[in-house]
């Protein structure tokens, strides 16, 4: 997710059509120049050259439930638009939602040159890039709900699976090391501190149960299938523990 201002204005985008390393291109209806969908850059138009990079925004990929159950003002996008039959958004996982198929296949519908063997085509990674530079963490990593705490470009960050187990966030750490509380729940994830203090994993911020004047930022990130990662990042680390 991305913010669409730039140049003060907030200006709207629409999908192209096309493929750039089997990664959609869009297009800004102010200039209409394309953009790289993963990279956020423009790719072809007016902007290039320009040195315009799209804000990536944190997303949560969670359980309706514990949004709801944490966020209960949220309203929800109405899916019944008349463009596209409802039916067309079912669940990932269901064998006739639209991309299961393709979520199920061990390769790519359309050549992407630029490959890596460290993992396979479609393992999926979580992904952070800061300062030119990137690291690509598996998401199994994070299957026994243990944070990994790391470094890159210089930013100390940890990385925390979600208590649903359906995904991960990134937060800046300060200088702390963090664990999982025995005091986290299907609905909350704690982290413990080097000190024994404990810390909320909020949406936006990590916030210090003692003293909640005390915050770490989440921090942008992607999830991705390996593939894509590594087409747009070629230099990128890959984490081991």
Same mark, same amino acid.
């Given at each position: 997710m991305? *913010?669409t ?7 709207e ?5 096309f493929l750039?390393r089997s990664?959609? /291109?869009?297009?800004?209806?102010k200039t209409?120049?394309l953009?790289h #969908?993963?990279r956020?850059?423009p790719?072809?138009g *007016?902007? $290039?050259?320009?040195k315009l990079e799209?804000e990536?925004? =944190?997303v949560t ?5 514990n949004? $709801? ?5 949220t309203?929800v ?6 463009? %596209?039959?409802?039916d067309?958004?079912?669940? +990932?996982?269901e064998?006739d939602?639209?991309y299961?198929?393709y979520?199920? #296949?061990?390769n790519?519908?359309? /050549?992407?040159? #630029? @490959?890596n063997s460290d993992?396979t085509t479609?393992?999926q ?8 530079e990137?690291?690509a963490?598996?998401l199994?990593?994070?299957e026994?709900h243990?944070?990994v705490?790391d470094i890159?470009?210089g930013?100390?960050v940890?990385i925390? =699976?979600?208590s649903?187990g359906?995904?991960? @966030?990134?937060?800046d750490r300060s200088d702390?090391?963090f664990?999982?509380?025995?005091s *986290?729940? +299907?609905s ?5 501190? +080097? ?13 210090r149960f003692?003293?909640?004047?005390q915050?770490l +930022?989440?921090?942008? *990130?992607r999830n991705a %299938?390996?593939?894509g990662w590594y087409?747009?990042y070629p230099?990128t680390?890959?984490y081991?523990?």
């Amino acid at each position: 997710m991305y *913010s669409t201002d730039f140049d003060g204005e907030r200006v709207e985008f629409g999908t192209s059509g096309f493929l750039y390393r089997s990664n959609k /291109l869009m297009f800004d209806r102010k200039t209409e120049t394309l953009w790289h #969908q993963f990279r956020v850059v423009p790719a072809l138009g *007016s902007l $290039v050259g320009s040195k315009l990079e799209l804000e990536v925004l =944190p997303v949560t990929l969670t359980l309706w439930s514990n949004w $709801v159950a944490e966020h209960p003002d949220t309203t929800v996008l109405n899916i019944d638009t008349g463009i %596209y039959p409802t039916d067309s958004y079912k669940p +990932e996982m269901e064998g006739d939602s639209a991309y299961f198929v393709y979520r199920n #296949q061990a390769n790519t519908m359309f /050549l992407v040159p #630029q @490959r890596n063997s460290d993992l396979t085509t479609k393992y999926q990674v979580f992904g952070l890039a800061f300062d030119g530079e990137a690291k690509a963490y598996p998401l199994s990593l994070f299957e026994d709900h243990v944070p990994v705490n790391d470094i890159l470009a210089g930013q100390n960050v940890v990385i925390v =699976p979600d208590s649903s187990g359906s995904g991960v @966030r990134a937060y800046d750490r300060s200088d702390h090391i963090f664990a999982i509380s025995s005091s *986290s729940s +299907e609905s909350a994830v704690i982290l413990d501190d +080097e000190n024994g203090a404990d810390w909320l994993a909020e949406t936006d911020s990590l916030v210090r149960f003692d003293d909640t004047s005390q915050t770490l +930022e989440r921090l942008p *990130s992607r999830n991705a %299938y390996w593939f894509g990662w590594y087409a747009f990042y070629p230099h990128t680390d890959t984490y081991t523990p």
